[in-house]
């Protein structure tokens, strides 16, 4: 088996294609979703007894709804419900950022959770207004105890961003097959492709374990 | 005599029914055999993972890391099209997605049952030596229980996240779930009634297996040993 440089001469415009949109998909997609779930956590945890329920629902729903389905349905089902036509990317990144919403809610609730009770009231107590409180004393907290899980939300998105290649969207994996297909050579594009993958996943992976570690000796 | 319930019915379901359990049929499948041969290998590669000779320990460690650091439609997509290549033989959709997704799982269960592992006092181990128990006893019947039913939570959330994965193997046209629905759906030129239905029989066996796997962890929670 030999390794043939000038293969990935000809294919590199393709690939670094593939990468940039794999990277710039992964990008919104993430940042949509702490936003949006940012938003469904205040939802979530309001006293309105039924805004709270379809928000649980809503992530109780993405728990068992494969990730590909909400894509196919995306890119299928939405065009045809809005009257719109959507690109593949549209679709796809509003799909990953549906689920990934789903997750970074689930996160910041349970760092919310976490929080001893008394803070908030402590913090009115101290004179702060209930913005300052929430952004000096809760919100850092939250965000400082939800890293690692956030960190593995992201990863988890950049992972299914490959999935967009099935609604044909010319991500990294789809480059890869598309490459594939013309030069019959798999193997060499596939393992490029996993590789790039790698390089990206572990080093964020690491990191997540490493703030992981650092809470956990900190809490003791 | 058309009726409020048969409206409601999607009329694609009476001629595609049969077509739409065999591939629930396909895709709990290949979730039993990702489960049930990744739980078994992972027992396995956990221990390996564990081991104090590095040449053992290290390629494990490092195909554990390789597997759960890339996205599983890639590791697919190299199984199925790119392997053939250096070993020369052909592969079925079928047994590239059995391979994928039983390496998969057996990576996944390796790092969680290693966790859990660890989480079992070192004293015990060393207890069990000194009473003369053989190593074999010593996992089997000590480390290892404590070990599995400690970590059910995260095995529960393991067995989901492969239930939706099973949709991912119809990227190489595994005629599972997903990929027969897409079909109806180009046949019918129904994508809204066919692609909703389907996300509804997900949801409802997704519900079902939440069910279970909450009756099982239960069932074990009384056992825990801390």
Known sequence: MRIDFSFFASTWPQLTQGIMATLLVTAVAFLGALLVGYGLTILRLSGNGAVRRAGNAYVALFRVIPELGVIFWSYYCLP????????????????LTAIGAAYVSEIF???????????LDAALALGLSQWQAWRLVLAPQIFRRATPALINCGIDTLKNSTLLAAIGASELAYQAYQIGNATYNYLAPF??????????????????RRREALLQSRSR | MPSLVTDLIP???????????QAVIVSLKFLAWGIGFGFAAGILLAIAQLSRVKLVSAPVIALVELIRNT?????LFWIHFALPAPTGIGSSPERSAAIGIALSGACY?????????EAVPKGQRDAAAALGLSRWCMWTRIVLPQAVIDTLPMTANTVLSFFKATSILSVIAVPELMMTATRISARTGDPIGVLTTVTFIYIVIGGVLTLLLHRIEKAFAVRSTR
Request: charged share 5%.
């Open chain 1, 80 to 95: 045809i419900l809005l009257g719109l036509a959507l690109s593949e990317y549209t679709c796809g990144i509003l799909a």
């Open chain 1, 109 to 119: 609730r349970a760092g919310y959770n976490a929080l001893p009770r008394g803070q």
């Open chain 1, 191 to 208: 393992t490029f492709v996993a590789l790039v993958f790698f390089l990206i996943i572990f080093p964020l992976s690491l990191l997540s």
């Open chain 2, 11 to 21: 009329g694609f379901l009476a001629t595609y029914w049969p077509a739409l359990l």
């Open chain 2, 71 to 75: 996205p599983l439609l890639v590791q």
């Open chain 2, 109 to 117: 269960f390796s790092e969680i049952l290693r966790g859990g592992i």
